[in-house]
């Protein structure tokens, strides 16, 4: 890493300025882009579990009994759709069949104003359909069923995850001040606070899709990456100043050196957490998870660069005031020490 880098600090810190000030307005106004969140709806669910594929003529039958049984319950359905041998995360607040092999799945779709009772008095009606008619005495079992359609249990999950990450990133900048000096430690804590908001402020600015409390999730994710790769630097600083010629290497020089030396380490740190995100993604490709793997890009790169750019630069201005008020504490207990030994004499 050249010097020129670190020279540059007001270069970086105007950069992540922009993209946060830019990204705090669009969060005041617009918020996120929460598309990816499904409003809560209900579902009214026909399963008919068959070792041979239910003929079109049944399938027929089943539709014009469900839709007979929402109007009879003055009900409108806002949409419908076929499925086979799959299930869909619905919350179960009811005991309902979970689909399984060759299974038929008729869902409708309403929204969740519909009361339970009118969803509770067409599955009777259905039922009831169902076992008088003659083409479904097969060797075969349907279930009816309606539930909540929510994904708050996820938004939850990723709530907890956030909180989980954000203090593991506390404790983490605690140790770089007890173990590395209260330098490191303002360093790593102003990256850390940066790569957050520069996180969040990349998805209100860019509209990416995602769900409720990704973006907490993000950001705390961002703070991890940056006070880890920060960790890293750090190691090398406290190492460094063990070394007799440490006294006469200017802030600048010390920590470029410090970077030369980690910057390799810190590419393979961030090469690792990119092969877990892309394992995550393509092992969740067909669930709504993939887009939280993929969305995760985002905090590594702001960690990459914070990093790579702005908490060298910042650390060169840090360590050169702590050093000097070093220096100056040497000098007075210096000269202390040589007025006590000048008294003795």
């Known amino acids: 890493m050249s010097n020129k880098r670190l020279n540059l600090l007001p270069v970086w810190a105007a950069i992540s300025a922009v993209i946060i000030i830019a990204g705090i307005v669009l969060m005041a106004l617009l918020g996120f882009n929460n598309s990816l969140d499904r409003p809560e709806s209900k579902v009214f669910d026909v399963h008919y579990n068959v070792v041979v594929d239910l003929n079109e003529e049944s399938k027929a039958s089943l539709e014009t009994f469900c839709e007979d049984a929402f109007a009879d319950a003055g009900i409108d359905f806002d949409s419908v759709a076929t499925l086979s041998g799959q299930s869909d995360p619905v919350s179960l607040n009811q005991s309902t069949f979970s689909p399984t092999g060759n299974n038929f799945v008729l869902r409708y779709t309403f929204s969740a104003d519909v009361s339970d009772e009118a969803l509770a008095s067409a599955k009777a009606a259905v039922e009831a359909a169902i076992e008088g008619d003659e083409a479904f005495l097969l060797p075969a079992e349907t279930y009816v069923s309606f539930d909540t359609y929510t994904l708050q249990p996820m938004n939850e999950a990723m709530w907890r995850g956030a909180v989980a990450v954000a203090v593991a990133a506390i404790v983490a900048l605690i140790y770089v001040a007890i173990r590395f000096g209260l330098g490191c430690a303002l360093t790593g804590l102003v990256a850390c606070v940066n790569d957050a908001f520069l996180t969040l402020s990349v998805f209100a600015i860019a509209r990416i899709p995602v769900y409720a409390f990704a973006p907490m999730l993000y950001a705390a994710i961002a703070a991890a990456v940056s006070v880890v790769l920060w960790l890293i630097r750090s190691m090398k600083l406290r190492d460094d100043a063990k070394e007799p010629s440490a006294g006469v290497l200017s802030a600048e020089e010390s920590v470029a050196n410090v970077c030369k030396a980690t910057d390799k380490t810190v590419w393979i740190s961030v090469g690792v957490l990119l092969a877990i995100i892309a394992v995550g993604a393509l092992c969740t490709m067909m669930t709504g998870a993939a887009a939280v793997f993929a969305g995760a890009l ?44 000048d008294a003795q004499a």
């Open 298 to 341: 985002i905090p590594v790169a702001a960690g990459l660069y914070s990093s790579m750019l702005l908490a060298p630069a910042l650390h060169v201005r840090i360590k050169a005031h702590f050093d000097a008020i070093k220096r100056k504490r040497t000098r007075y207990e210096g000269k202390k020490k040589a007025a006590k030994n």
